[in-house]
């Protein structure tokens, strides 16, 4: 079975820096895996995806220069680094995978078939 568990959220004031992780299972073949975030009465946006084999990265214009996602294959993981954290920042940041391929381009939201359980973010001003 699939299994995603992020880790790492917490509260810090404007400006401040998080690292999110998100473990998942070994021996899984994803092709992509994404940070998503979800603030109250907001739908669920895309911060940033990784493409597993090719290593493109594609990040929200919101995030561009201040967040950055990697892998670490030895651990399983892959973070999510986030810098010169604002406000509007704040919400439940959840982890997604994919195994499937869409012809060359990036998955929409509800493709990913694999969620984790999200870990909370809080920026305070």
């Known amino acids: 079975e699939v299994q995603l568990l992020e880790s790492g959220g917490g509260s810090v004031q404007a400006g401040g820096s998080l690292r999110l992780s998100c473990g998942y299972s070994h021996n899984t073949n994803y092709r992509f895996m994404g940070w998503f975030r979800q603030a109250p009465g907001k739908e669920r946006e895309e911060v940033a995806v990784?493409?597993?084999?090719?290593?493109?990265?594609k990040y929200a214009k919101s995030v561009r220069g201040r967040f950055t996602i990697s892998q670490d294959n030895a651990k399983n993981t892959v973070y999510l680094n986030m810098n010169s954290l604002k406000f509007e920042d704040t919400g439940m940041y959840y982890c997604?995978?994919?195994?499937?391929?869409?012809?060359?381009?990036?998955?929409?939201?509800?493709?990913?078939?694999?969620w984790g359980q999200g870990t909370q973010v809080t920026v305070s001003s």
């Open positions: 990784l493409n597993i084999g090719g290593g493109f990265t």
């Open positions: 997604a995978a994919s195994f499937d391929w869409y012809g060359g381009r990036w998955p929409t939201r509800d493709e990913y078939k694999y």
